[in-house]
């Protein structure tokens, strides 16, 4: 079993869609939690990060983490073409491990 | 004013051949890492290293060798390519775990072709 588990996709919405990303893991050691915007032939960009349980927002992007279930999501409010890319989540003790990303477009 | 680059971004060569890939990065990080980015996106680490630690993913082959001539940079030596090498290798830091390292900075990437 991989240590985390992410549906590739791809996942296409229109533009305004509310769009949600999910992970599920199996080590119950992680406690850092984050997630990645990767654009085409570049590198990920740190998005949001959440210490533990909790909900943490910044603009139309919001992290959820339930420990309890193994859980992490992204929700994604208002979506735009600008946020076409591959979402990965990524989570850590003390090595990181990484999703195998989900493709997503935002259809204008 | 680029906090984590990558030389070169394109690699072509022959099966058989050794090569480096070079990192720096200017953020005055602790610990570095090396990731091997498949054809399917998956994004697996190979190395993490600090100047106290390294932690080698046990499933990387031992052609594989980070060498860290200080604590900014932080290069990838792989000897005898093979086929399977292709991939895009990014680098990354952040600061040390110790201290709440969470936030990895990736380079641009390098986008290796073993022919």
């Known amino acids: 079993q991989k240590e985390v588990e992410q549906d590739p996709g791809p996942l296409s919405v229109p533009e305004g869609a509310i769009v949600s990303l999910n992970c599920t893991y199996s080590?119950?050691?992680?406690?850092?939690f984050m997630w990645y915007r990767q654009y085409s032939r570049k590198g990920p960009e740190l998005l949001m990060y959440t210490y533990s349980s909790g909900n943490k927002e910044d603009g139309r992007f919001t992290a959820q983490v339930d420990k309890s279930s193994k859980y992490i999501s992204l929700f994604i409010r208002d979506s735009q073409p600008s946020d076409s890319a591959t979402y990965l989540c990524?989570?850590?003790?003390?090595?990181?491990?990484f999703g195998t990303g989900t493709s997503l477009t935002v259809i204008p | 004013d680029t906090a984590v680059s990558q030389t070169p971004k394109y690699l072509v060569t022959q099966m058989g051949n050794d090569k480096s890939i070079k990192c720096e990065q200017n953020?005055?990080?602790?610990?570095m890492y090396w990731y091997k980015q498949d054809s399917k996106k998956f994004l697996k680490i190979m190395f993490s290293y600090n100047n106290k630690e390294l932690i080698i993913n046990e499933t990387v082959p031992n052609r594989f060798s980070p060498k860290s001539p200080d604590k900014a940079h932080l290069n990838l030596h792989i000897n005898s390519l093979e086929l399977g090498d292709s991939a895009v290798y990014f680098c990354a830091s952040s600061q040390d775990f110790g201290t709440g390292g969470y936030e990895q900075y990736f380079g641009p990437g390098t986008r290796l072709t073993v022919t």
């Open positions: 990524a989570m850590s003790a003390r090595q990181f491990y």
């Open positions: 080590n119950s050691a992680f406690q850092y």
């Open positions: 953020l005055g990080h602790d610990t």
